[in-house]
């Protein structure tokens, strides 16, 4: 047996409305499945008012005043008041919202992103945090929190995810963060103990006792920090591997070849926790 579905027209169909007591089409009725016809009792228009009321007494029960609506002026279609500043403006100047009757937001743009942050700033003090203000900087400029100046976009880098196209911080700021973030990853260490560490050195290399001290030296194998050395020290201890073979056979070579000769002080080796000179 074949299925027959009818479609019926929405403009041809028509209810009655008990408040305003007008026959209209059942589109200018809201959708209400819990009811027999499927739409609402009431015509949109005196739903709207119905709640405007209701709204008005709950109001009035909580000692709260409610404000009323001001007609718009005459030639100002395709416009809205916006509530907060009390301006009128185009539909332009208000966000999207579907769950409004007009389809758009309650206030405008501007009074909608000044209200949203003072409610943020609101929310994060009541947790005990604080907000970073916004500071307003000239074109082609923006402010570095880290370092709190205004920098031409010059110097900062690029950053696609980000609004304004730039990063978060300044090239110098986030050179030196990244080298904060570097020293505590490979190390365990902070710039503070570097330069506690440099300083109880006498700000010279840790094995040449010359140079200043500039990198970091540790062990490969255990990752244990041994010092701060020169570039130099810090070089040839790699290209030797850490091998104390390779230097024992490094001065055997110098000492054959004459050029330990004017040494003045003896080589010492340490070997199993003990201090001995080698008699080269």
Known sequence: MPIIILVMDENVLEKSCPR????????AFGVNRARSD????CCKPCTMQRAQENYRIRMAREGRQVRESIPLPEGAEGCKRCPDCERVKPFEEFRKNKARH?????????????????????????KGRSVRERVDSPPGHKWCNGCKEIKPFAE????KSSTDGYASACKECRKSRN??????RA???TPEGVAAMIESQGG??????????????HDHRTGKVRGVLCFTCNVALGQLKDDAGMLLKAIAYLQAHGTLDDLEVPIFVRV???DWALDL
Do not use: I, Q
């Open 102 to 126: 007009d389809g758009l937001a309650f206030y405008c743009k501007e009074c909608f992103r000044r209200r949203d942050k003072a409610g943020h700033k609101a929310r994060e003090e009541a």
């Open 204 to 217: 010279l290399c840790a094995l040449c006792g010359v140079k200043a001290a500039e990198h970091v030296d």
């Open 272 to 274: 199993a926790g003990t």
């Open 156 to 159: 900062w880098h690029r950053a």
């Open 179 to 184: 080298a904060r973030d570097w020293l505590k």
């Open 38 to 41: 499927g739409f609402g009792r």
């Open 187 to 189: 190390y365990g260490l």
């Open 20 to 27: 305003c007591g007008e026959t209209k089409p059942v589109k």
